[in-house]
Structures are given as C-alpha cells and as structure tokens.
Nanobody
Framework: QEQLVESGGGLVQVGGSLRLSCAAS????????MGWYRQAPGKQRVLVAR???????TYADSVKGRFTISRDNAKNTVYLQMNSLEADDTAVYYC??????????WGRGTQVTVSS
C-alpha cells in the first residue's frame, strides 16, 4: 500500500519548536522530491518547504530562517524542524511526495497549533 505517515504535530507556545516526520512506503514509482504543505482554516493549501533527491531545497518566504527541511533517502523519510514558531504557523501540515510518472502522494495531515 502506497502511503505517507506523518507524526510530530501538536500544541506549542509562540517561540517554541516542533519537529514533523513523514515516512513514505509502498510506492511503486520513484520519488524525486518530498515536502510539506500547510492549510490554515479558510485558506488554500500552500507549500512550506520541499527537498529534492539531490539535496536542493525550497522554502516559503514566511518560514525562511525558522524552518529546516531534511531527508533520509535510505528511509524515504522527510523531516521539518520548525523553530521560533508564530501564531500564523497554525495549520494542518501535509506531507507530499512527488513521483515520476505518477500522481503525488499525500499524507492525512497533522495539526500544528501555536498559542500566544
């Protein structure tokens, strides 16, 4: 079964940190990039950070300098270290895997709530 399993969400105060993890399994197609998107209530889902197999990364401007994405290719696992969290970071965070010749895989989402 092709799936992405996320973990690490939760409730944290402003200025705190959280680490999200996402493990991919069962994919019949090669994954060339993994990343995190987020969706706040009433807003569209947007890219937070992405990492390609070669190690290159992209970040949303709003998280640059605060969030770090990393990946363990051998484990097909991607991590998102989130520091200096702000109230505006509150959202459901979704893991994404982009694949060659197949639709993207999505996780079910994990809630991150930053309280002030």
């Amino acid at each position: 079964q092709e799936q992405l399993v996320e973990s690490g969400g939760g409730l944290v105060q402003v200025g705190g940190s959280l680490r999200l993890s996402c493990a991919a399994s069962g994919s019949k197609f090669s994954i060339y990039a993994m990343g995190w998107y987020r969706q706040a209530p009433g807003k569209q889902r947007v890219l937070v950070a992405r990492i390609f197999n070669g190690g290159s990364t992209t970040y949303a401007d709003s998280v640059k300098g605060r969030f770090t994405i990393s990946r363990d290719n051998a484990k097909n696992t991607v991590y998102l270290q989130m520091n200096s969290l702000e109230a505006d970071d509150t959202a459901v965070y979704y893991c994404n895997a982009a694949r060659l010749g197949a639709p993207d895989l999505w996780g079910r989402g994990t809630q991150v709530t930053v309280s002030s």
